[in-house]
T-cell receptor, first 116, second 111 residues
Framework: NAGVTQTPKFQVLKTGQSMTLQCAQD?????MSWYRQDPGMGLRLIHY???????DQGEVPNGYNVSRSTTEDFPLRLLSAAPSQTSVYFC???????????????FGPGTRLTVL | DQQVKQNSPSLSVQEGRISILNCDYT??????FLWYKKYPAEGPTFLIS?????DKNEDGRFTVFLNKSAKHLSLHIVPSQPGDSAVYFC??????????FGKGTRLHILP
């Protein structure tokens, strides 16, 4: 049971390049999400998904695309990287709502992205 | 517009004493409140949660208090230990299933 895995761990891009940050989980979690962490800004939600085929925007979705074709994978695409997207990106997963309960989100180790 | 606010960027506490981390929120429709802990170069890990219908939840050394009328919650750590030095994030779940985090508070436990 690997939990939540993210690849790559580090990436340097030039402005205008595109890339995909990979996220996978093996816990059969329905809910997956992407956050970025910037100094002094905390964790900000980019996109999230409550199940395969369903995605929705978070607080800061501009410049990012997601898709959820399987339960296990939730890739984050940067179509045209900008220096403002330099950040640490975290993927997280959890079971979806079970009644009124909260299900703990498990986070991956993060991808540190630098855009020059 | 920040919906979850942690107004103290950092906090220093003597080992063995109580650490109190505070969080304010603006959205009265949040139904769950959460605390996560983060060490450098690692992903956040879940600490404790509280439902909006409760006012207290306790788990070992960690207790979360919720004051709905003040839209305020706090995390108490007693006694504080060196391994508690980390960044603590307050978060809340909205009815549309978004989980919104605050900016975090860096806790330093002093020997």
């Amino acid at each position: 049971n690997a939990g939540v895995t993210q690849t790559p761990k580090f990436q340097v891009l030039k402005t205008g390049q595109s890339m995909t940050l990979q996220c996978a989980q093996d816990m059969n979690h329905e809910y997956m999400s992407w956050y970025r962490q910037d100094p002094g800004m905390g964790l900000r939600l980019i996109h999230y998904s409550v199940g395969a085929g369903i995605t929705d925007q978070g607080e800061v979705p501009n410049g990012y695309n997601v898709s959820r074709s399987t339960t296990e994978d939730f890739p984050l695409r940067l179509l045209s990287a900008a220096p403002s997207q330099t950040s640490v990106y975290f993927c997280a997963s959890s079971y979806f709502r079970t009644g009124f309960a909260y299900n703990e989100q498990f986070f991956g180790p993060g991808t540190r992205l630098t855009v020059l | 517009d920040q919906q979850v606010k942690q107004n103290s960027p950092s906090l220093s506490v003597q080992e063995g004493r109580i650490s109190i981390l505070n969080c304010d929120y603006t959205n009265s429709m949040f139904d769950y409140f959460l605390w996560y802990k983060k060490y450098p170069a690692e992903g956040p890990t879940f600490l404790i949660s509280i439902s909006s219908i409760k006012d207290k939840n306790e788990d070992g050394r960690f207790t979360v208090f919720l004051n709905k009328s003040a839209k305020h919650l706090s995390l108490h750590i007693v006694p504080s230990q060196p391994g508690d030095s980390a960044v603590y994030f307050c978060a809340a779940r909205a009815r549309d299933d978004k989980i919104i985090f605050g900016k975090g508070t860096r806790l330093h436990i002093l020997p």
